[in-house]
């Protein structure tokens, strides 16, 4: 019987053998990594808007707090988001005649909303309420970023249930004083090892990491 | 194996002396020859039996229905079958279940009977284990296709660090269930490919065809019959059949954990691990029966199945059947014993209800038909067997239909009673699971011995030692 | 190996025997001459020829044991660590450390690692796959898979000297003696 | 390479199957979520005309108008407390010190983009204005300033209030108004500055 085989097939089998474990698992791991990348979470990408509202503009340049829009925030599962009287409060006369604009003025005009396309949206078997994430001391930017600092508004963390977890069971790990929430760019005063477990205490910050408390 | 050689004064082994009694496990006159002739020829040859393409052709329109169901299941979800409350589980764990019993038959012949060490087991055990991962691949269908998205219930089924940090119930039965199967169908695939290497080096020294020996030679991954491989070989499969016996007995006791563990009446029951493990090796060993009248027929293998192997086989049915007889009897007996009124109303419903039709069928099966296997006349009559083992099939998947559908339907509370009634894709389902399962054995049988070819040489007079080299 | 030095011309020398007890016996007579480097090659096992080649117990059985060990310690270890640490639910009341919930994971896991030890081991001890081997370079070889039997008397043995094991190897009834290419 | 076109679109056609977010977007109204069945698309809607709810009848002038018998009132609906008057700071600096800046001087950052400058509340006019002049602003508007009534809740209109008090008294505040036994304090303070008084403010309190 001649060979069927070349000699290099000795080698070969085992290499493809190791090779196709390694290969069979690097695909795995690469699902993985794919499920967790801005691609699936859509973290880090800008969304198209009726009009290209800049954050960086108004809460960078001009200061103007998180609240006077997202009023609610502080009192309801929602942080709102502001009626075209809002943005008429003063756009009725500043770039009153820029054609940019003239969205926001038919909106006013016509008593028509604004179709704002949502960014962070999580999905509808979570539930999320805001007002008591602001009770308990977590800042705006602690979820939303360094919102002063974008041009369009994007979603700055992955929102899946990883990164929720890691708040939940490492509160002191992001907690702050309450006077700090709408602040961007907080740096502690004192180290956060220090800080934040005294504002977990005297905040009565428990967290639960039970189903339902997020799938009610 | 080579229990010829360690054993010569094995009363079992080799070839039967007393004649007519006992039919041999192999016919007289063979050698290593026309063993390796006849099994081999039936893979190599180049003119594939029209009857092999007839029976394929069936075999294959239900796999194209399964896969018609499983395409109609994925767009529409599972709404498309009959489950509904309070019947939440239906043909999705019978059939389950049903497949990973008829699965049993094949390890227990290839390790238990190994162990045991039963020569018979040499013909029939290499495509009993072949049937055996066919009947675990359709079973695993069901568990997975019930989640509707399967792809997105990985992480309930398997330990990986996902994107949600959550990780599986390990006090759920379910999820030993999912480690059960997954070892089962791991380990009877390694037995399985272990016990062909040497027979896939015999087909690529046989084969004339360059690509059939290209690819036989890739699996038998360089085998040549070395005695020091042999020796490490023989060691290994010892091993693996030791293993896999308490593996086989593990994963039906399983299964019915997924009912004995819940608090209903007719599943809470202690005798549901015995009860149910010889219950898959009964309708495991019907199904063997079901495939090896055929195929003996069909391909003249009568003198390596014979008669002895027919009769071991229907004996193990007798048995087994028996058992699982004993445990009707006694869920009967407890529903009265126990004086619990659910439990009693349970059992009363099944031999009374909606459904006692399907009841007492079972018991006519299960029970009664089977004490036609005392008689030496019916272990004789092959057709007549091939009759009763499709029985024994249907049998026992009425037996998981009544555990299943009678405990469901007749609630706790009388209000959310309801009938179930499977749709027409439920039996799609079935079906197809049917013809995927034929569809690989056809496969099987056309392209891999579907005997152990090493393994019966070793039964032939020629194996047997002369001399004394001790 | 000493392959690598030497270049050699000759694998070694392949007998052909008929039946099983021609093989074992003429591995006998080898081994009592001396030869050490040699192997047998047989359509089925034969357990004659454990001791004819005076072949060392396997270390199988040992890598199963272990194989069965890490098994199990890692499935106990991964339900422990998932439920008790990792995410600790309370079902029903249940302690975390919920043990005999845990066995029979861990038995199937023990179960798996034993078998996939049991069958790596014994492939990898093997040195398989090796789809090219000196001793298919002989055409009659085609039939150690079917119904004949040879041993090859390697030229790496000391005692290996071509015309000497030839006549050793003509010497004890084979069907023919031919020369393995390496 | 046509039928590898046909098998990619089928492999894309699987993936986008995959994708599928039933469980995700579910037919229920979250805020704002826009409705199919209601003409104007909001699934939010507005109680009936003139309907009021259980308790929200409006009926205390100087609470929700900032008047008593019609006239603007010079008094609070509460007692003004410290905790009143950091929450009307943050409020003010929230709300109103976008154009007014956070003196009140009404230099804003909205001012320096081009809004038209409010007037100064350190003027006579404004100092002298009572309370519930400013919570009528905030209610109504007054010239180029839109009303607050929708973002900023009446309490905190009326803390508002209190804080731009307190910031008038700020640049305008004179010995006599400090409580006769308080003086001594004021050349060596025991407090930082800043730090607001535990004590009611000193002239609007009830």
Not at chain 1, 66 to 79: D, L, N, P
Not at chain 2, 433 to 461: D, K, N, Q, Y
Not at chain 3, 136 to 157: G, K, Q, W, Y
Not at chain 4, 124 to 149: C, I, K, W
Request: charged share 15%; glycine share 8%.
């Amino acid at each position: 019987m001649p060979q069927i085989f070349n000699r290099s097939a000795n080698v070969l089998s085992k290499v493809s053998i190791v090779g196709g474990l390694l290969l069979v698992g690097g695909l795995l791991g690469l699902v993985m990594l794919l499920g967790r990348s801005s691609y699936v979470t859509r973290a880090n990408e800008f969304i198209e808007q009726p009009i290209q509202f800049s954050h960086l503009h108004h809460v960078g340049d001009d200061g103007i707090d998180c609240r006077y829009c997202h009023t609610s925030v502080e009192t309801s599962t929602f942080a709102g988001i502001p009626p075209t009287k809002t943005c008429m409060n003063c756009h009725s006369q500043i770039w009153a005649n820029s054609p940019f604009l003239e969205p926001v003025r038919a909106s006013f005009r016509d008593d028509k909303p604004l179709r704002w396309i949502r960014v962070h949206d999580l999905p509808d078997f979570v539930y999320f309420n805001h007002s008591i994430h602001v009770k308990k001391g977590m800042g705006c930017e602690s979820c939303h970023g360094r919102v002063d600092q974008m041009p369009l508004i994007e979603q700055a963390n992955s929102l899946q249930m990883d990164w929720c977890l890691n708040c939940h069971r490492n509160p002191e790990q992001f907690v702050r004083p309450r006077s700090e929430i709408f602040t961007m760019g907080y740096r502690p005063a004192v180290s956060q090892a220090v800080l934040g477990p005294q504002l977990v205490k005297e905040y009565q910050i428990q967290p639960s990491t039970t189903c339902s408390t997020c799938h009610r | 194996m080579a229990e010829a050689l360690d054993h010569p004064h094995d009363p079992l082994a080799g070839m039967s002396t007393d004649g007519l009694r006992t039919p041999a496990v192999i016919a007289p006159g063979h050698d290593f020859n026309s063993v390796t002739d006849k099994i081999a020829g039936i893979v190599l040859t180049k003119r594939t039996p029209i009857g092999w393409f007839f029976g394929f052709a069936i075999a294959f329109a239900f796999l194209l229905l399964l896969n018609l169901t499983i395409g109609k299941l994925l767009l529409e979800g599972i709404g498309i079958w009959g489950n509904n409350v309070p019947v939440g589980w239906a043909f999705d764990i019978i059939n389950f279940v049903w497949w990973i019993g008829i699965g049993h038959a094949g390890t227990l012949i290839s390790a238990i009977l190994l162990l045991f060490r039963q020569q018979w087991r040499t013909s029939i055990n290499r495509f009993a284990e072949a049937m055996t991962l066919f009947a675990v691949a359709c079973a695993a269908m069901f568990p997975l296709l019930h989640t509707g998205r399967p792809w997105l219930a990985i992480y309930w089924l398997f330990p990986y660090p996902n994107s949600m940090t959550l990780w599986p119930q390990f006090r759920s039965p379910l999820i030993w269930d999912v480690f059960a199967v997954s070892t089962y169908g791991t380990v009877s695939l390694l037995f399985w490919f272990t016990g062909l290497v040497p027979d896939l080096a015999t087909l690529r020294d046989r084969a004339e065809s360059p690509v059939a020996r290209k690819i036989f030679g890739v699996f038998a991954l360089g085998w040549r019959g070395s005695a020091r491989h042999w020796h490490r070989y023989e060691m290994a499969y010892l091993l693996l059949a030791g293993i896999s016996t308490p593996l086989v007995l593990s994963v039906h006791t399983i299964v019915s954990f997924d009912f004995a563990v819940s608090v209903l009446p007719g599943w809470h029951a202690t005798i549901f691990p015995p009860y149910f493990v010889a219950g898959a090796i009964y309708s495991g060993f019907a199904m063997v029966m079901t495939l090896a009248v055929p195929l003996r027929k069909f391909y003249h293998l009568e003198d390596f199945i014979t008669m002895r192997h027919i009769h071991n086989m229907t004996k193990v049915m007798l048995v087994t059947g028996m058992i699982v007889a004993y445990g009707y009897v006694n869920e009967a007996f407890f529903a009265w014993y126990s004086a619990n009124p659910y439990e009693g109303y349970m059992m009363l419903n099944r031999m009374t209800g909606p459904y006692a039709v399907f009841y007492w069928s079972l018991i006519l099966i299960n029970a009664l038909m089977i004490q036609l296997f005392w008689f030496r006349r019916v272990r004789d009559n092959v057709a007549l067997l091939f009759v009763l083992s499709l029985f024994v099939n249907v049998g026992m998947w009425l037996e998981r239909f009544i555990i299943i559908v009678t405990s469901l339907h007749r609630d706790f509370l009388p209000s959310s009673w309801d009938i179930y009634t499977p749709t027409r894709w439920d039996f799609a389902m079935f079906t197809g699971t049917i013809g995927l399962f034929l569809s690989l054995f056809f496969l099987f049988i056309r392209f891999l011995p579907a005997l152990a070819m090493f393994e019966m040489r070793t039964i032939v007079p020629e194996a047997k030692l002369q001399g004394d080299h001790h | 190996m000493a392959h690598e030095h030497a270049a050699p011309t000759l694998h070694g020398l392949m007998a052909e025997f008929e039946n099983a007890d021609a093989l074992v016996a003429a591995t006998n007579r080898a081994r009592l001459e001396g030869y050490r480097h040699m192997d047998a090659y047989s359509p089925i096992p034969i357990e004659e020829l454990t001791e004819a080649l005076a072949l060392p117990r396997t270390r199988l059985p040992m890598l199963v044991l272990l194989g069965g060990i890490l098994g199990g310690a890692g499935g106990y270890g991964l339900e422990y660590w998932s439920q008790v640490i990792a995410y600790p639910l309370n079902v029903g009341g249940r302690p975390f450390h919920s043990w005999p919930h845990f066995i029979p994971v861990t038995f199937e896991t023990t179960v798996l690692g034993a078998a996939l030890a049991a069958f790596v081991g014994m492939w990898a001890l093997n040195k398989l796959p090796m789809p090219y081997h000196p001793v298919f370079n002989v055409p009659a070889f085609a039939r150690a898979s079917v119904d004949r039997f040879f041993l090859v008397i390697e030229s790496t043995d000391p005692r290996f000297d071509r015309h000497a094991t030839q006549k050793f190897l003509e010497a004890q009834h084979p069907v023919g003696v031919s020369e393995v290419a390496p | 390479m046509r039928r590898n076109l046909k098998l990619i679109v089928c492999l894309a056609a699987f993936a986008l199957a995959g994708c599928r977010q039933d469980m995700h977007n579910q037919p229920k109204y979250r805020p704002l979520r826009a409705s199919t069945f209601f003409a104007d698309g909001q699934s939010a809607r507005l109680p009936v005309a003139n309907t009021v709810a259980r308790g929200l009848l409006r009926e205390d002038s100087l609470l929700y108008e900032g008047k008593v018998n019609g006239q603007l009132a010079d008094e609070f609906p509460m007692p003004v407390t410290a905790e009143v008057m950091a929450r009307g700071q943050e409020r003010f600096n929230a709300f109103c010190s976008p154009c007014h800046g956070r003196t009140g001087q009404g230099d804003g950052m909205v001012v320096q983009r081009g809004f038209r400058a409010p007037p100064s509340y350190h003027e006579e006019r404004l100092r002298n204005a009572p309370v519930g002049y400013f919570f009528d602003v905030m209610t109504h508007g007054f010239g180029a300033m839109q009303d607050y009534s929708a973002q900023i809740p009446v309490a905190d209109r009326w803390a508002i209030a209190a804080y731009i008090r307190a910031l008038q008294y700020s640049q305008h505040a004179t010995v006599n108004d400090v409580p006769v036994e308080q003086r001594a304090e004021l050349d060596n303070p025991t407090r930082a500055p800043g730090t607001p008084a535990g004590e009611p403010a000193p002239a609007e309190g009830r």
